[in-house]
């Protein structure tokens, strides 16, 4: 029975502002009303396999788990990665998982951040791909091109097989000129990401091939831990696992040695891997101008434009070609056709350490999430969404006192161990250093203002002293 194999690890950066490092592309819904990754697990519903195993970031743990809850698709505990190590690493951590409960196990591979239109023909090429994969070959799959792009990883066609063609060689991301060539000679389709093999075969190729990735990831296995929905790997093991991607600690040496080791799927699937703004507007619905349009938009004398408004109004007049989105705490105009720059852009804001790279103005938390609102020298107002049945840490703060306005449903409050009931357009003071936690006790969401004031208002100034999603 086959595995699926989620990898949710992506940051996305070349799609700011709407992809965060703290909220990356695999979780918007880009493309639709369900994020990517919903998508992804939605697909495996054709599909008979066993539970699935997700791998996700530790930061992106909470946002996984509800998203993976609400797709309804049988799944293992989501494995988290202390840190990113790319591809490579990731699969070993669901190859030793899988070998666990199966020793037969067949992995699907698959990025949480694609997008792939056409499902039945996607399923057809899973069904062709597993012959081979039982049969000790490990396969990828090539998605056949429909232009000369500069973004994707091609794969060159070897000889034709029943099913398939074996590799003659992987390339890295050409230059225009190249990949026009590549396109022309038919001899060559885009690198999709997607794999699929038996886990013993894999996790033996990466000790042939790549040594240190199989000891680091084999020893943070070992002390593995259950916690809720999740499973934690050995921290310390894991950071000591060099970064490198399934393609350049096995692909290209394995396709070089033997040639016939790796097997090539075509998939005429109608694949995305939304890696660019180009590549989002290519995918969505178009007016006659066509420009791709979402949110409270007016668009004058504007032609083949991506343009997209959070919260506010967006008016654009006589422009051509451009990329416009808003979100609720940033602006970013672009070329169309130099969306790959943005990468360097966000580099930049990196450096200069704004919060902008890494997370959005609402925060989403387990319990609900929290909007900041307006903030001054030593104020911050907040709008806050607790969840039915949802209770925050009972925590305290060294520097900052609070004050809670209950603008829908019921708030239970408890300050020093005494305990309130506040209900709408009804306050509470929190004063610094308070022992104090927030839970909503009803059936619909409970949503408050919160006012924040003093020295120093970062959310780094919580001392959890009991929480119900195992955070310190």
Not at 385 to 410: C, D, F, I, K
């Amino acid at each position: 029975m086959i595995v699926p194999v989620v990898i949710a690890g992506g940051s996305g950066t070349r799609l700011w502002p709407l992809s965060r490092t703290h909220y990356p592309k695999q979780f918007l819904p880009l493309t639709g009303e369900q994020s990517l990754l919903q998508q992804t697990l939605q697909r495996l519903k054709g599909l008979a396999h066993d539970p699935a195993i997700i791998i996700c970031n530790e930061a992106h743990r909470f946002l996984t788990a509800e998203q993976v809850r609400l797709s309804e698709i049988p799944h293992s505990p989501i494995i988290l990665e202390p840190e990113g190590r790319n591809t490579a690493p990731a699969i070993a951590l669901a190859a030793f998982k899988a070998l666990e409960t199966n020793p037969d196990a067949t992995l699907l591979v698959m990025p949480a951040d694609h997008e792939i239109t056409d499902v039945e023909l996607f399923l057809k090429a899973i069904t062709q791909a597993t012959v081979s994969a039982e049969a000790g070959k490990l396969v990828t799959f090539g998605i056949e091109p429909t232009s000369a792009h500069t973004g994707y990883g091609y794969i060159q066609k070897g000889q034709a097989l029943e099913r398939g063609f074996t590799v003659k060689q992987f390339v890295e991301k050409p230059d225009e000129a190249t990949a026009k060539r590549y396109v022309e000679s038919s001899q060559f389709l885009w690198n999709s990401g997607i794999f699929m093999f038996k886990a013993q075969v894999y996790l033996d190729m990466l000790q042939r091939f790549n040594h240190d990735i199989f000891q680091a990831c084999f020893h943070a296995m070992q002390s593995q831990q259950d916690d809720l929905d999740f499973t934690r790997i050995d921290t310390s093991a894991f950071l000591n696992c060099p970064s490198d991607s399934i393609d350049y600690a096995i692909m290209e040496p394995l396709t070089a040695q033997q040639n016939d080791a790796v097997v090539m799927i075509p998939m005429a699937a109608k694949w995305s891997d939304v890696g660019s703004f180009d590549a989002l507007w290519q995918l969505l619905d178009k007016d006659d101008e066509q420009n791709a349009i979402r949110g409270d938009v007016i668009a004058i004398d504007t032609q083949d434009s991506l343009l997209l408004s959070e919260n506010k109004l967006l008016a654009t007049v006589g422009v051509k070609n451009v990329v416009v989105v808003q979100t609720k705490d940033a602006v970013l105009i672009a070329d169309k056709n130099n969306t790959q720059a943005i990468k360097q852009m966000v580099a930049q804001l990196e450096q200069k350490s704004r919060a902008e790279i890494h997370q959005h103005r609402e925060v989403f938390r387990p319990w609900g999430k929290f909007d900041a609102i307006d903030e001054g020298e030593r104020f911050l107002v907040k709008r806050i969404t607790v969840n039915p049945g949802a209770r925050l840490s009972m925590q305290m703060h060294h520097h900052r006192a609070e004050h809670w306005v209950v603008v829908s449903g019921t708030a239970k409050v408890t300050i020093n161990n005494k305990v309130q009931y506040v209900t709408e357009n009804q306050s509470v003071y929190i004063p610094i250093t308070a022992v104090h936690s927030l839970e909503n006790p009803g059936k619909t969401a409970l949503e408050l203002i919160e006012v924040q004031s003093g020295s120093y208002l970062d959310e780094s100034d919580i001392v959890r002293f009991d929480d119900d999603y195992g955070r310190e």
